[in-house]
């Protein structure tokens, strides 16, 4: 018995589906892209699982097959793929699928108005239909399965499922066509050259034939079966016989994005093992690039032209997992398995050269495509330095291509190369901060002498730099070193500097060990440092321990890492410092001491961007000083006046 069943779309495909029926994008026609898109999907997945049973191959060719029915103005895309069941149905064409219409959505959020244009940046994969169609029925069946699912809708805010019948697996996908409006870019999708056009433009090398029923001139003769795409697969082609319009195609196709990408990369390897590869650097990180269980796309794997599957990770390294593409190899065996090419050798020697040829272009990139570069590093530098964590040989080549800010660059971005060319004679490590963002690294006690003293210090503030940084490479023999190490050496006149703070020392010792009673729960010790110029203090860590910044991030993640106790620098020569050391000597057991103690830990804290262990308290502790400051002025004013 057929239920009938009324569902209500989730709110986030109302909201596209409002934007897509209102249709203010002028470029319609890529409907038709997105939907032969799908169509190839559902092919290539019923082809994969036809490797293992092969009572799941099809009678005749797969294809995709388009037809029209001018006299109701009905266009039809229908695919023998894998198809869907019925909870696939309403999961599939009433959420929100795949990332791209996510980053629709937000990108529309974060704008906060409905921008037609970001239909044309981002994808909306089937709702596109609802562009050209007022009505679109949905007739499918799931490979395996002996009854099919209708799904109908008119793009408001409910579909209909039902059972129904379809004759072999597959899906077929009817658009009651909305009526002709050339103005507003709706042309007449009935008429066998716009849909010939369309075809050509955007999926020419889809491996699989898309057919359609063309009018025989001769009324004699009976209409013909046509097959309007090369079915050339792009990276077969001769690298100058194809435009880049027809890459940049192939990209959206294959990546599900509608975002053109930064570059592509075509390469064949020869000898022992032989591929093609053509890869595509994207322009945009998808949402999900650092979830664990990211779902992407990645890499497509064909053996002699035919599709074996999508999203094989064993061809790309988890730090360039960004990179999309295909790669066809001549050796493998049609019918490898998953399981099979993780140990496999051919695979791997793919892998390497894959990686040395994305390295080169991004090399290529950086030194003559700057400003490309700079975008790239913004949307995938963090990911890139993953590789800098664990074992991996090319981590030097990863730290060629790094750029971050520095204390001298101005907000500009600077490679570590050109950094170590500017070291002044006599510098052999590389010294660095890290920390939330650019402006609170800046702004950091840390730096403070390093500046004074024109050394550069690099600011990295993503959160895979403290993993790495944890064992930093070696660059150009040249080692790393924290500013905010308790260890790290300053300046020039080391030895008469050392001296100078000890004298210094000799004096508040009672003062400094005094301090580091009230702030036991905090730090390990109180000491005088040389490092501020303009501070008063600041909080440095043992070089073996675990940065505070890591540690959170390993808290956050759910591992149980001891409270890590820091060491509290203060400035000798700072007017708070030199006034403390005073009210000390008057009165060891003032108040003013504690409260200073805590007021000038938490300042440190703030001043690198850290969070408060007690922030109420300290906003207490802040509010009563001012209202003390501002009565004993008023005071001293009143005296003042006869
Ligand atoms: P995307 O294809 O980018 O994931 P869509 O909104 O275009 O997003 O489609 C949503 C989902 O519906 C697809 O991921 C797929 O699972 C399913 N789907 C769409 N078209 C077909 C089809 N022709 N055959 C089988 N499944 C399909």
Redesign the pocket.
């Known amino acids: 018995m057929s239920k009938i069943e009324k569902h209500e779309f989730q709110a986030e495909v109302k909201q596209i589906l409002d934007l897509v029926v209102r249709s203010l994008y002028s470029n319609k026609d890529i409907f038709l892209r ?1 939907l032969v898109s ?2 190839c ?2 092919l290539d997945r019923r082809r994969f699982e036809a490797i293992t049973n092969s009572d799941f191959e099809p009678e005749g060719d797969y294809e995709v097959t388009i037809q029209r029915e001018p006299g109701d103005r009905i266009l039809t895309v229908l ?1 023998n ?4 069941s019925r909870r ?1 149905v309403v999961e ?2 009433g959420t929100i ?2 990332s ?2 996510k980053e629709f959505l937000a990108a529309l959020a974060q704008q906060g108005q409905t921008t037609p244009d970001l239909i044309g940046e981002f ?1 909306v ?3 596109a239909s609802f562009m050209v169609a007022d009505r679109v029925e949905v007739v ?1 069946r799931r490979l395996g399965e002996d009854t099919g699912t209708l799904w109908r809708s008119s793009g408001d805010a409910e579909f209909i499922v039902e059972d129904a019948e379809r004759a072999g697996p597959g ?1 077929t ?1 009817r658009l009651h066509l909305k009526a002709v409006d050339e103005e507003n870019g709706l042309k007449d999708y009935m008429t066998e050259w716009t849909i010939r056009e369309i075809i050509k433009r955007y999926s020419d090398f889809v491996s699989y034939p898309i057919r359609m029923e063309i009018e025989s001139t001769d009324s004699k003769k009976k209409n013909q079966i046509e097959t309007l795409n090369s079915m050339k697969a792009i990276w077969t082609r001769p690298k100058n016989e194809v435009t880049d319009e027809e890459y940049r195609e192939f990209y959206k196709h294959i990546a ?1 994005d509608w975002t053109d990408p930064l570059s592509h990369i075509s390469v064949k390897l020869e000898g022992a093992v032989e591929a093609r590869a053509l890869l595509f650097i994207p322009s945009k990180a998808p949402l999900d690039l650092y979830y664990q269980e990211m779902s992407y796309r990645g890499i497509q794997l064909y053996v002699r032209q035919v599709f074996i599957m999508d999203e094989c990770k064993d061809l790309m390294p988890r730090h360039l997992r960004f990179i999309k593409g295909v790669v066809d190899s001549e050796d493998l065996s049609l019918n490898v398995s998953r399981e099979m090419l993780q140990q496999n050798r051919q695979i791997s020697a793919v892998r390497k050269f894959l990686v040395r040829k994305i390295f080169d272009e991004l090399r290529r990139l950086k030194q003559h495509e700057s400003e490309k570069y700079q975008r790239f590093w913004r949307e995938f530098g963090a990911v890139l330095k993953e590789g800098l964590v664990g074992w991996d040989d090319k981590k030097e080549t990863i730290l060629d291509l790094m750029l971050c800010t520095s204390s001298t660059s101005a907000g500009e971005f600077t490679g570590i190369e050109d950094y170590v060319n500017r070291m002044k004679d006599g510098q052999d490590i590389i010294y660095y901060i890290t920390g939330p963002d650019q402006e609170t690294l800046a702004n950091s006690p840390h730096i403070e002498k390093f500046v004074d003293q024109g050394h550069e210090v690099l600011f990295l503030s993503d959160r895979v730099d403290e993993m790495w940084l944890q064992q930093p490479p070696e660059y150009k023999g040249k080692k790393w070193k924290s500013v905010g190490a308790d260890d790290v050496e300053i300046g020039e006149n080391q030895k008469q500097e050392k001296k100078d703070l000890q004298n210094k020392t000799a004096k508040p010792k009672n003062l400094l060990s005094t301090l580091q009673g009230h702030l036991s729960d905090q730090v390990k010790d109180v000491r005088l440092s040389s490092r501020m110029t303009d501070s008063p203090a600041c909080l440095v860590s043992d070089s073996d321990e675990l940065s505070p910044q890591l540690a959170a991030m390993l808290r956050e993640m759910g591992q149980d890492v001891p409270r890590i106790k820091r060491i509290l620098e203060l400035n000798p020569d700072h007017p708070i410092v030199v006034s403390l050391q005073e009210k000390f000597e008057q009165d060891k057991n003032a108040p003013e001491i504690e409260e200073y103690a805590l007021l000038l830990h938490g300042q440190a804290l703030l001043a690198e961007g850290a969070e408060l262990p007690n922030p109420t308290d300290f906003g207490t502790r802040v509010a009563q000083l001012m209202e003390k400051a501002l009565q004993d002025s008023s005071n001293s004013r009143r005296a003042e006046t006869p």
């Open positions: 997105e799908n169509a999907d559902a695919d793929g894998i198809g869907m696939e599939n064409l699928a795949h791209g219409s994808g994969g089937f709702y499918t899906t996908i599900h």
